[in-house]
């Protein structure tokens, strides 16, 4: 799929809709979502490791029903799931922007440099 059929895919759907069983780290459905402005109803797994709040950012959801309520919820609710889709995507720009990633590599450099020295010096 390219990009600009992601793209238009993404502006026909109300939300993502995210039931990963497995997975670990950042989850690109998750983080594509909100780049396209997609609030996101997800397991646990689905949003484990991300930065998020549940019931601010997402809905969390581990069976069916849950799915459909939080499903709901949006369609009743269309500003509930604009301000969803932004809180996310506020919440991920700043986790894992460019210069946050700068900022913390330089953290582990600057730590692993301390670690170093004193392994030198012992």
Request: net charge neutral; with cysteine; glycine share 6%.
């Given at each position: 799929?390219?990009?600009?059929?992601?793209?238009?895919?993404?502006?026909?759907?109300l939300?993502?809709?995210?039931?990963?069983?497995?997975?670990?780290?950042?989850?690109?459905k998750?983080?594509?979502?909100?780049?396209?402005g997609?609030?996101?109803?997800?397991?646990?797994?689905?949003?484990?490791?991300?930065?998020l709040?549940?019931?601010?950012?997402?809905?969390?959801?581990?069976?069916?029903?849950?799915?459909?309520?939080?499903?709901?919820?949006?369609?009743?609710?269309?500003?509930?799931?604009?301000?969803?889709?932004?809180?996310?995507?506020?919440?991920?720009?700043?986790?894992?922007s460019?210069?946050?990633?700068?900022?913390?590599?330089?953290?582990?450099?600057?730590?692993l440099?301390?670690?170093?020295?004193?392994?030198?010096?012992?």
């Amino acid at each position: 799929m390219t990009d600009d059929e992601l793209t238009s895919l993404y502006a026909e759907v109300l939300c993502a809709i995210v039931p990963l069983s497995t997975g670990a780290g950042v989850k690109g459905k998750v983080a594509a979502a909100y780049l396209h402005g997609i609030p996101v109803i997800g397991s646990r797994i689905a949003l484990e490791g991300m930065g998020l709040s549940a019931d601010t950012d997402y809905f969390l959801a581990e069976e069916i029903q849950e799915y459909v309520r939080s499903y709901s919820k949006f369609r009743k609710d269309p500003h509930l799931a604009r301000q969803f889709a932004a809180n996310g995507l506020e919440k991920i720009a700043s986790t894992y922007s460019f210069s946050r990633t700068i900022q913390v590599l330089d953290e582990v450099f600057k730590k692993l440099n301390d670690l170093a020295r004193r392994l030198i010096f012992v």
